[in-house]
């Protein structure tokens, strides 16, 4: 097996995508996400799996659970499994982000370009790795 290595700043800072699955393993998968100004990533739970985002650029906020706290570029954010979470682009540029699934949540190699597109898909994680 390879794994993963890349310099994951600079492919997150350079997507426009909303979502694009970059590495699916066994137990964590690594999803690079572009939010533009006014969207958010869609109130949701994972009752099985935490979760982790790393800012990258722009500004925002966090909601976990009853909690909402503002974000920026460098921030990490931690939602623990079962909390109910949303992030959101509050700013004037594109939000950029990677996000940590544990396990996966999507099907792998999985590319968005848009929220529209992303649920019009109903896709999730069918077991298939990216090696």
Known sequence: MK???????????????????????KNLQLVLMA???????GEEVHDDH???????TG???????????????DDGIIVPAG???NVTNTGDEVLTLYT???PPEHRD?????TKAEAEAD???????TTE
């Open 83 to 85: 909390a109910r979470h």
């Open 109 to 113: 190699g999985v590319v968005h370009k």
């Open 35 to 41: 939010l533009q100004p006014g969207e958010d990533i």
């Open 122 to 128: 109903d896709e999730h994680f069918d077991g298939t």
């Open 100 to 102: 940590i699934y544990g």
């Open 3 to 25: 794994g993963y290595l890349d310099n994951i700043e600079d492919r997150t800072e350079e997507n426009r995508d909303f979502r694009r699955v970059l590495y699916t393993g």
């Open 59 to 73: 500004t925002g906020e966090v909601l976990i659970d009853d909690t909402t706290r503002p974000i920026k570029g």
């Open 50 to 56: 935490d979760q982790f985002f790393r800012i990258e």
